[in-house]
Structure formats: structure tokens, C-alpha cells
């Protein structure tokens, strides 16, 4: 008797709708689910696990969900929520589960990479010693940054945090840097605005958005992160390339959080937020690292934090702030007076960078976050006094002039190389006779002029980054042949 073929059977587990609130759904069955795991609803959407019990399953609908009905089927997907990952994916704008919305067409991929995911073990990791450029002058010498870094960027709403974190893209041009913006909970407007202007500026070349306004699900803003950082690891263990990535910002995405732990009736805790708000973040920043070369590049994560009134005491602040390798904080205060950007030199601080900046940078500011601090002090010391001695006012103009450098334009940043050689000016006190206005001039001209009068130099500045006593020797010809023209 003939043998019959056997008949391929797929077993999957299925559940049933009981409740829907907002983007929360309740299911009966699938008993042997696990966190993070892909669901199918029977309208065609899919949904995340996000927490279960021995009665019932709790997920996170994706999409609109305008479909879904209590009693509707539900199936398992039988394996962890992934995303799709792939090099063609700079350039473009994809949302929260990395679905193009930029209508350039389907992404093209052939991986998959899960969203919720360990960090790499401390055994794949080496220390930090390269450095990420910013191109803003007050950061690179003062607050420099490393690849691999964590850096926060905290400050009152409408204070420049935004630009700064676009500045850095900007000068990651050439740089080989990919770098991913994740926009979370931000209004539509403001989103379409810095599209723009990183697509004018080419920056989109290099650059991955991930597009998560207020206007879309509560689940999509919830994702986003941490698909920002499942794409980021993708380019840096598959790529080996350096990544960086701005989470624009954490504070909306606790809000977030909040919003979804309170529909599932978890206890609030300290003002209404969950009791693992902390954890959230804290593997999401754990999976920034410089990986060993034989195992990938590295990623840079630079999260953004609001304040209220310049209050950084406040719950989800101390969070990022404990769990990050330093913190740029943006002044409202400072903005206000035309000082921008607004970056408070006193409570900001990067407790890795200074490691690895360059020589030549290192040995030209050294002394300038100190005499910063001094010409502060100075200041308020001048306004409370009608006659003080010529070596305080000598010392208020100095401090002045370095003032005046820091003052940077928003969307212009600035070589390595035109930052030594600024400081080196401003160093030897080259500087502190000329007003605001020629300042700015030379700071304008230096470079084009360094490379008609000695390119060699240039390219040994460029090259070596190290102010041996030839390179001063011949920057002192130049800055004097410079101050006569």
C-alpha cells in the first residue's frame, strides 16, 4: 500500500479580545507568550506583548486600530517584535516600526533585528579613545565628547538644545559618522522644520530619521527609542561604522510611558510614573558603547531632557542624569541674554571626552573653563563695585573676548582645525584689543588665510593635531603676518 504524503500542520497560539483601552489591549489565552512578543489581530494590525499573567494577555496595538473589536481573534507570531535594518535605510524618514513615510518607496531589506535587545557584554567592549566632534566650539573645548559617549542634553524648553544636537549632525559631513535623529512626541511642524534643514544641508545623506510625532500612536512613541538604537546597533555590528544617535526627547517618552502604565493600572509612583521608569532608560542608554574593532564601530547616544524653570532636580532629570557619562546643560537665562549657545559651563560637564580630545586642542583650552569661571566671578564683582584695579579690568576684558568667541551661530559649525587655531590666538592674547566685530572677522578668515600662506602647515595641523614647536613657531609667523594685513 502507497504511503501518503503527510500533511504540513503549523500550530499557533491564538487568543480573544476582552477590552481595548486606547492602544491597550486585553487578551484572553496565548498562554505560553513572552515579552516583546508579535501578535496578529484579525483586522490586519499587529500588537506587542508588553505584560501577561496566568488570565490574561496585555499588548501594545500598532497602527491605528480603527478595526479592532472586542471579541476579535488574535493570533501569535511565535517569535520577538524585530525591525527591519538595512544600509539603504540613510536618507530616509521611517516612524516608529520602521515603515517608510517618506514616499520614496519600500526599504529594500533582507534583515531583521529585534527591538528589545541586551547590551553588548562588558567582554565586546573596549575604553573609549576617539572623539566625536561637534563643530560648537563652547563643547569641544570645554564638554569635548568620545565615541561611545553618553552625553544628555538638559534645559528649559526653547532654550537651543535642539540645535545643538542638529549642529552635531551637521558636522559629522565626512566624517563617516551615520547618525540617526529619533523624534518622539514633538509636534509635526517642528519635525517637518529639521527635516528640511538637515535635506539643505546634506545632511540626510548620512542621517536616519525616525519620525514619531504626537499626532501618531502612543505605542509608535513608545518604540521609537529603542528602534532608533536596534538600527544604530545594526550599523555598528554589521557596518562596523561609528553611529550617533539624538533622542529628541526622553521627557515625552516617559510621558508616554506614563500615559500607557496608567491604562494598564499599574501603581503610580513618584509624580504618577511607573515603578520601572528608570529601567526603561537605562537599557536603552546601556546599549551605547565603543566596541572591540573586530566586533563593530561604535554608538554615540546624545538624549534630550526638558526642564521646568531650570529645575534639574525633577525626577525623570535625575534619572538620565545618573545614567549618563556627563550632561550639556542649556541655560534660559543665558539664551535670553544673546549668549548662544546657551550651555551653562558651570553645571555642565562630560567625564570622558577630555581623555580623548586631540593635543593641540587639549593644550590650547586647558585653562579656558577656569578662566571662564574667574571672569564670571569678575563680572558680578565689577557690577557691585564703581572702581576696581586694572588687573581685574584687564582680566574682565580678557574673559570678555573669550566671551565673544564662544557666542556661536546656530547651523555653522566649526573645524578642529579653526578651533586651534582661534584658541592659540586667543592663548597668546592676540585678541583681547579688538572689539566683537573683528573677532568674528578673524575667526571668519583664519583658516582660508593659514592655507594660502603655508598649506603645509595646514596639513600638518590637519594631519598630526600636535602643537610640536615647529608647528608654534610657524603659527606665530602666521598669526603676525596675519594682524599686519
Known amino acids: ?52 499573567d496566568e488570565k490574561k494577555v496585555v499588548a501594545l496595538l500598532m497602527g491605528s486600530g480603527i478595526e479592532v473589536r472586542t ?86 524648553r526653547q532654550t537651543g538644545k535642539t540645535v545643538i544636537a542638529a549642529d552635531t549632525i551637521l558636522n559629522q559631513k565626512n566624517e563617516g559618522v551615520i547618525c540617526i535623529y529619533c523624534w518622539v512626541g514633538g509636534s509635526y511642524n517642528a519635525m517637518v522644520k529639521l527635516i528640511e534643514l538637515l535635506a539643505n544641508n546634506g545632511a540626510m545623506d548620512y542621517t536616519v530619521f525616525v519620525a514619531a510625532p504626537a499626532s501618531v500612536s502612543s505605542t509608535e ?26 533622542f529628541d526627547n526622553l521627557t515625552r517618552h516617559a510621558w508616554i510611558y506614563r500615559q500607557i502604565s496608567l491604562l494598564l493600572n499599574r501603581s503610580p509612583g513618584r509624580e504618577a510614573y511607573p515603578g520601572d521608569i528608570f529601567y526603561i532608560h537605562s537599557q536603552l542608554m546601556e546599549r551605547s558603547c565603543k566596541m572591540d574593532p573586530d566586533l563593530g564601530g561604535s554608538m554615540t547616544f546624545m538624549p534630550i531632557a526638558d526642564t521646568l524653570q531650570g529645575d534639574v532636580t525633577g525626577y525623570i532629570q535625575t534619572n538620565l542624569v545618573s545614567m549618563t557619562d556627563g550632561q550639556i546643560y542649556t541655560s534660559a537665562f543665558l539664551f535670553n541674554e544673546g549668549f548662544r549657545p546657551a550651555v551653562d559651563i558651570g553645571l555642565s560637564v562630560s ?22 569661571a574667574q571672569f564670571k566671578e569678575l563680572q558680578k564683582l565689577t557690577k557691585l563695585r564703581t572702581r576696581v584695579s586694572e588687573e581685574i579690568v584687564r582680566r574682565v576684558g580678557r574673559g570678555q573676548t ?55 602647515l595646514l596639513e600638518e595641523l590637519q594631519t598630526r593635531k600636535t602643537l610640536t614647536d615647529e608647528v608654534k613657531a610657524g603659527l606665530d609667523a602666521m598669526l603676525k603676518e596675519f594682524f599686519k594685513q
Open 402 to 456: 573669550l566671551s565673544d568667541i564662544l557666542v556661536q551661530g546656530a547651523n555653522s559649525p566649526v573645524s578642529e582645525v579653526e578651533e586651534i587655531l582661534i584658541f592659540y590666538a586667543f592663548e597668546k592674547g592676540l585678541l583681547e584689543q579688538f572689539g566683537r566685530e573683528w573677532t568674528v572677522k578673524f575667526e571668519k578668515n583664519i583658516l582660508g588665510f593659514l592655507g594660502e600662506y603655508d598649506p603645509a
Open 221 to 246: 512613541q513608545y518604540l521609537a527609542p529603542y528602534t532608533a538604537a536596534t538600527i544604530g546597533e545594526y550599523f555598528m555590528n554589521s557596518r562596523k561604522k561609528d553611529v550617533l544617535v539624538i
Open 71 to 156: 471579541g476579535d481573534k488574535v493570533v501569535s507570531r511565535g517569535g520577538l517584535f524585530k525591525v527591519p535594518v538595512t544600509g539603504k535605510l540613510t536618507g530616509r524618514i521611517v516612524n516608529g516600526l520602521v515603515r517608510p513615510v517618506d514616499g520614496k518607496g519600500p526599504l529594500g531589506h533582507s534583515e531583521y533585528g529585534p527591538v528589545f535587545r541586551d547590551a553588548p557584554p562588558i567582554t565586546s567592549r573596549v575604553p573609549i579613545d576617539e572623539s566625536l566632534k561637534t563643530g560648537i566650539k563652547i563643547i569641544d573645548t570645554m564638554i569635548p565628547l568620545g565615541k561611545g559617549q553618553r552625553e544628555l542634553i538638559i534645559g528649559d
Open 351 to 372: 567625564r570622558i571626552g577630555s581623555r580623548v580630545q586631540s593635543p593641540a586642542l587639549k593644550e590650547v583650552s586647558a585653562k579656558l573653563r577656569l578662566e571662564y
Open 1 to 52: 500500500m502507497k504511503k501518503k504524503n503527510p500533511i504540513p500542520v503549523e500550530i499557533t497560539e491564538a487568543g480573544e479580545i476582552t477590552d481595548i483601552r486606547r492602544d491597550v489591549i486585553t487578551i484572553d489565552g496565548i498562554p505560553n507568550c513572552v515579552y516583546g512578543e508579535l501578535l496578529d489581530f484579525a483586522s490586519g494590525d499587529q500588537g506587542v506583548v508588553i505584560e501577561f
